[in-house]
């Protein structure tokens, strides 16, 4: 969001589901993916109502086993 020249400490979880398959007992990745269509929804909603709303999904992993699934809603409210 910063990147995007948007100032807001204002970010939560309002949302979250998460889905363990294994112990995570080594160093793991994080995996996300935003769309191009979902990214430029979001920012322009921030950009006219000042917050927005957004699903988004990772996968956490060692280097061969997917040990658990996110989902979760995120709200950002820019500062005023």
Known sequence: IREKGYQ????VIADGRIKYSAPV????????KWDLKTRTHF????????????????VIMTSDTVCAQ???DFVAILDE
């Open 8 to 11: 807001t400490n204002n970010i």
């Open 25 to 32: 007992k080594q160093d793991f990745i994080v995996k996300a």
């Open 70 to 72: 996110f989902q979760g």
């Open 43 to 58: 920012f322009k909603a921030l950009t006219q109502n000042k917050k927005s709303k957004i699903e988004l999904s990772a």
